[in-house]
Protein backbone atom coordinates (compact mmCIF):
# COMPACT_ATOMS: atom_id res chain seq x y z
CA UNK A 1 0.00 0.00 0.00
CA UNK A 2 1.51 3.34 -0.82
CA UNK A 3 1.70 5.08 3.04
CA UNK A 4 1.37 8.84 2.64
CA UNK A 5 1.26 9.57 6.16
CA UNK A 6 3.84 7.87 8.82
CA UNK A 7 4.00 8.48 12.46
CA UNK A 8 7.11 7.11 14.03
CA UNK A 9 7.57 6.86 18.26
CA UNK A 10 6.18 10.74 17.97
CA UNK A 11 5.84 12.54 21.20
CA UNK A 12 5.36 16.19 22.83
CA UNK A 13 6.53 17.51 26.01
CA UNK A 14 5.39 20.83 27.11
CA UNK A 15 7.89 21.50 30.57
CA UNK A 16 7.00 18.54 32.33
CA UNK A 17 3.92 17.28 31.27
CA UNK A 18 4.02 14.54 28.59
CA UNK A 19 0.57 15.70 26.15
CA UNK A 20 1.96 12.76 23.16
CA UNK A 21 3.91 9.69 23.85
CA UNK A 22 5.48 7.69 21.88
CA UNK A 23 2.66 7.14 19.09
CA UNK A 24 3.30 5.55 15.95
CA UNK A 25 0.93 4.76 13.25
CA UNK A 26 0.87 4.83 9.04
CA UNK A 27 -1.74 6.17 6.50
CA UNK A 28 -2.23 4.95 3.31
CA UNK A 29 -3.32 6.65 -0.09
CA UNK A 30 -7.47 6.55 -0.30
CA UNK A 31 -7.64 5.96 3.07
CA UNK A 32 -10.19 7.78 6.16
CA UNK A 33 -8.13 7.51 9.59
CA UNK A 34 -10.21 8.81 12.20
CA UNK A 35 -8.37 9.93 15.27
CA UNK A 36 -10.85 9.39 18.40
CA UNK A 37 -10.22 9.97 21.89
CA UNK A 38 -11.79 12.17 25.11
CA UNK A 39 -10.91 16.12 25.58
CA UNK A 40 -7.62 16.72 26.70
CA UNK A 41 -6.33 13.51 24.76
CA UNK A 42 -3.71 14.71 22.83
CA UNK A 43 -5.61 15.11 19.62
CA UNK A 44 -4.97 18.60 19.15
CA UNK A 45 -1.28 18.27 19.78
CA UNK A 46 -0.88 15.55 17.65
CA UNK A 47 -2.78 16.95 14.65
CA UNK A 48 -0.83 20.37 15.33
CA UNK A 49 2.72 18.52 15.05
CA UNK A 50 1.34 16.70 11.38
CA UNK A 51 0.39 19.98 10.19
CA UNK A 52 3.53 21.78 10.86
CA UNK A 53 2.88 24.00 13.94
CA UNK A 54 4.47 22.44 16.43
CA UNK A 55 7.48 20.73 16.72
CA UNK A 56 7.73 17.42 18.44
CA UNK A 57 10.09 16.62 21.42
CA UNK A 58 10.93 13.20 19.91
CA UNK A 59 9.75 10.93 17.19
CA UNK A 60 8.66 12.12 13.35
CA UNK A 61 6.24 12.67 11.09
CA UNK A 62 6.79 11.99 7.09
CA UNK A 63 4.35 12.89 4.15
CA UNK A 64 4.79 11.02 1.08
CA UNK A 65 8.43 10.60 2.47
CA UNK A 66 9.18 13.82 3.44
CA UNK A 67 10.44 14.21 6.99
CA UNK A 68 8.36 17.37 8.13
CA UNK A 69 11.25 18.39 10.60
CA UNK A 70 14.19 18.16 7.91
CA UNK A 71 12.00 19.47 4.73
CA UNK A 72 8.80 21.22 6.36
CA UNK A 73 8.20 22.99 3.30
CA UNK A 74 7.98 19.97 1.29
CA UNK A 75 5.80 18.26 3.53
CA UNK A 76 3.65 21.20 4.70
CA UNK A 77 3.19 21.47 0.06
CA UNK A 78 1.67 17.40 0.62
CA UNK A 79 -0.64 18.90 3.09
CA UNK A 80 -4.49 20.39 3.53
CA UNK A 81 -5.14 21.27 7.23
CA UNK A 82 -8.46 22.17 8.37
CA UNK A 83 -8.66 23.46 11.90
CA UNK A 84 -11.54 23.42 13.99
CA UNK A 85 -11.56 26.99 14.35
CA UNK A 86 -11.57 29.57 11.07
CA UNK A 87 -9.25 31.85 12.02
CA UNK A 88 -9.09 34.44 8.17
CA UNK A 89 -7.42 37.68 7.06
CA UNK A 90 -11.17 39.48 7.13
CA UNK A 91 -10.22 42.08 5.13
CA UNK A 92 -9.74 40.48 2.14
CA UNK A 93 -12.86 38.78 -0.02
CA UNK A 94 -13.83 35.33 -0.04
CA UNK A 95 -12.35 35.14 -4.03
CA UNK A 96 -8.91 37.42 -2.74
CA UNK A 97 -8.51 34.53 -0.12
CA UNK A 98 -8.30 31.71 -2.13
CA UNK A 99 -6.07 33.34 -4.51
CA UNK A 100 -3.50 34.16 -1.75
CA UNK A 101 -3.89 30.81 -0.87
CA UNK A 102 -3.16 29.07 -4.35
CA UNK A 103 -0.17 31.63 -4.81
CA UNK A 104 1.38 29.97 -1.72
CA UNK A 105 0.97 26.57 -2.75
CA UNK A 106 1.04 26.45 -6.52
CA UNK A 107 3.86 28.89 -8.90
CA UNK A 108 3.07 29.85 -12.33
CA UNK A 109 -1.07 30.79 -13.24
CA UNK A 110 -3.19 30.18 -10.51
CA UNK A 111 -6.10 30.15 -12.60
CA UNK A 112 -6.61 26.29 -12.60
CA UNK A 113 -6.42 26.47 -8.85
CA UNK A 114 -9.68 29.16 -8.82
CA UNK A 115 -11.66 27.23 -11.42
CA UNK A 116 -11.49 24.25 -9.35
CA UNK A 117 -12.56 26.47 -6.27
CA UNK A 118 -15.54 28.07 -8.43
CA UNK A 119 -17.01 24.21 -8.35
CA UNK A 120 -16.92 24.02 -4.30
CA UNK A 121 -18.01 27.49 -4.03
CA UNK A 122 -20.73 26.71 -5.75
CA UNK A 123 -21.46 23.10 -3.87
CA UNK A 124 -20.91 25.36 -0.69
CA UNK A 125 -23.72 27.87 -1.81
CA UNK A 126 -20.81 30.32 -1.58
CA UNK A 127 -20.84 31.53 -4.97
CA UNK A 128 -22.44 35.06 -4.41
CA UNK A 129 -20.39 35.84 -1.53
CA UNK A 130 -17.14 35.24 -3.10
CA UNK A 131 -16.63 39.01 -3.31
CA UNK A 132 -17.34 39.60 -0.54
CA UNK A 133 -15.11 41.03 2.40
CA UNK A 134 -14.39 37.66 4.88
CA UNK A 135 -15.40 39.89 8.00
CA UNK A 136 -19.20 39.51 6.54
CA UNK A 137 -19.25 36.11 6.59
CA UNK A 138 -20.50 33.44 9.57
CA UNK A 139 -18.48 30.96 11.17
CA UNK A 140 -20.40 28.27 8.47
CA UNK A 141 -19.34 30.13 5.81
CA UNK A 142 -15.81 30.85 6.75
CA UNK A 143 -15.43 26.94 7.60
CA UNK A 144 -16.32 26.42 4.43
CA UNK A 145 -14.43 28.63 2.24
CA UNK A 146 -11.62 27.21 4.25
CA UNK A 147 -12.31 24.08 3.56
CA UNK A 148 -12.34 25.25 -0.50
CA UNK A 149 -9.14 26.36 0.24
CA UNK A 150 -8.13 23.22 1.09
CA UNK A 151 -10.27 20.72 -1.51
CA UNK A 152 -9.16 23.18 -5.01
CA UNK A 153 -5.16 22.07 -4.63
CA UNK A 154 -5.93 17.82 -4.48
CA UNK A 155 -2.76 17.59 -2.28
CA UNK A 156 -2.51 13.84 -1.28
CA UNK A 157 -3.21 14.36 2.83
CA UNK A 158 -6.01 16.30 4.47
CA UNK A 159 -5.60 16.64 8.07
CA UNK A 160 -8.80 18.37 9.47
CA UNK A 161 -10.23 18.51 13.36
CA UNK A 162 -13.77 18.57 13.79
CA UNK A 163 -14.88 19.17 10.18
CA UNK A 164 -18.58 19.64 11.02
CA UNK A 165 -18.43 22.65 13.49
CA UNK A 166 -21.17 25.32 12.28
CA UNK A 167 -21.81 23.51 9.44
CA UNK A 168 -25.27 23.53 8.57
CA UNK A 169 -26.87 20.12 7.69
CA UNK A 170 -26.97 20.25 4.00
CA UNK A 171 -22.84 21.51 3.64
CA UNK A 172 -22.07 18.60 6.66
CA UNK A 173 -23.77 16.24 4.27
CA UNK A 174 -21.81 17.44 1.01
CA UNK A 175 -18.64 17.72 3.20
CA UNK A 176 -19.05 14.15 4.57
CA UNK A 177 -19.51 12.82 0.71
CA UNK A 178 -16.41 14.81 -0.86
CA UNK A 179 -14.38 12.96 1.74
CA UNK A 180 -15.59 9.89 0.40
CA UNK A 181 -15.11 10.82 -2.89
CA UNK A 182 -11.21 12.45 -2.43
CA UNK A 183 -10.41 9.12 -0.73
CA UNK A 184 -12.16 7.03 -3.53
CA UNK A 185 -9.46 8.86 -6.00
CA UNK A 186 -6.39 8.54 -3.42
CA UNK A 187 -6.68 11.00 -1.24
CA UNK A 188 -5.48 10.16 2.22
CA UNK A 189 -7.72 11.63 4.82
CA UNK A 190 -6.37 12.10 8.51
CA UNK A 191 -9.76 12.98 10.84
CA UNK A 192 -10.11 13.90 14.40
CA UNK A 193 -13.85 13.97 15.69
CA UNK A 194 -16.01 13.99 18.68
CA UNK A 195 -18.83 12.47 16.64
CA UNK A 196 -18.99 8.95 16.70
CA UNK A 197 -21.74 9.06 13.89
CA UNK A 198 -19.22 11.08 11.48
CA UNK A 199 -16.72 8.39 12.34
CA UNK A 200 -18.77 5.06 11.88
CA UNK A 201 -19.91 6.49 8.60
CA UNK A 202 -16.71 7.32 6.66
CA UNK A 203 -13.65 5.72 8.27
CA UNK A 204 -11.75 2.98 7.06
CA UNK A 205 -9.48 2.65 10.46
CA UNK A 206 -9.83 4.26 13.74
CA UNK A 207 -7.23 5.07 16.43
CA UNK A 208 -7.98 6.50 19.84
CA UNK A 209 -6.05 8.09 22.19
CA UNK A 210 -6.29 8.50 25.68
CA UNK A 211 -3.75 10.40 28.55
CA UNK A 212 -1.37 10.89 25.45
CA UNK A 213 -1.09 7.54 24.32
CA UNK A 214 -2.58 5.32 21.33
CA UNK A 215 -4.54 2.51 23.31
CA UNK A 216 -6.30 0.91 20.50
CA UNK A 217 -6.19 1.11 16.66
CA UNK A 218 -8.19 -1.12 14.13
CA UNK A 219 -10.87 -1.34 12.08
CA UNK A 220 -14.58 -0.78 13.36
CA UNK A 221 -14.98 -4.56 13.66
CA UNK A 222 -11.43 -4.87 14.66
CA UNK A 223 -12.29 -2.44 17.73
CA UNK A 224 -15.80 -4.47 18.26
CA UNK A 225 -13.44 -7.33 19.18
CA UNK A 226 -11.31 -5.86 21.54
CA UNK A 227 -14.41 -4.51 23.79
CA UNK A 228 -14.76 -7.37 26.10
CA UNK A 229 -18.90 -7.02 26.31
CA UNK A 230 -19.31 -7.20 22.32
CA UNK A 231 -21.00 -3.54 21.83
CA UNK A 232 -21.69 -3.05 18.05
CA UNK A 233 -22.34 0.65 18.31
CA UNK A 234 -19.09 2.92 17.96
CA UNK A 235 -20.45 5.16 20.33
CA UNK A 236 -20.42 2.12 22.73
CA UNK A 237 -17.16 0.87 21.91
CA UNK A 238 -15.54 3.88 22.51
CA UNK A 239 -16.82 4.36 26.03
CA UNK A 240 -16.05 0.79 26.60
CA UNK A 241 -12.22 1.20 25.75
CA UNK A 242 -11.50 4.03 27.28
CA UNK A 243 -12.78 3.37 30.78
CA UNK A 244 -15.88 5.32 30.54
CA UNK A 245 -18.46 3.17 29.91
CA UNK A 246 -19.90 3.58 33.43
CA UNK A 247 -21.83 6.83 32.07
CA UNK A 248 -24.32 3.99 31.15
CA UNK A 249 -25.59 3.69 34.96
CA UNK A 250 -25.77 7.47 34.99
CA UNK A 251 -27.50 7.80 31.61
CA UNK A 252 -29.78 5.22 33.17
CA UNK A 253 -30.55 7.22 36.38
CA UNK A 254 -30.90 10.19 34.65
CA UNK A 255 -34.03 8.67 32.25
CA UNK A 256 -35.84 7.06 35.42
CA UNK A 257 -35.58 11.01 37.00
CA UNK A 258 -36.98 12.09 33.98
CA UNK A 259 -39.94 9.70 33.92
CA UNK A 260 -40.57 11.06 37.71
CA UNK A 261 -43.39 13.99 37.81
CA UNK A 262 -42.45 17.11 38.72
CA UNK A 263 -41.20 17.74 41.95
CA UNK A 264 -41.24 14.52 43.09
CA UNK A 265 -37.97 13.57 45.46
CA UNK A 266 -36.93 10.02 46.88
CA UNK A 267 -37.77 9.69 50.31
Known amino acids: ?8 HLSK ?3 SFTAVSDISLAVSAGEIFGFLGPNGAGKTTTIKMLAGLLLPSAGTVSICGHDLARSPLAGKRLTGYIPDRPYLYEKLTGDEYLRFIASLYREGDPEPVIAE ?8 DLSDWRHHLIEGYSHGMRQKLIMTSIFMLGQPLIVVDEPMVGLD ?21 FLSTHSMEIAEELCDRIAIIQHGRLTSTGSIDELRAQAASGRKNLEDIFLELTGAYELQGIIRALRQDAGRPAGEVDR
Open 117 to 124: AGRFLELF
Open 1 to 8: MNVVLQIE
Open 13 to 15: KFG
Open 169 to 189: PKSARIVKELFKSLAARGTAV
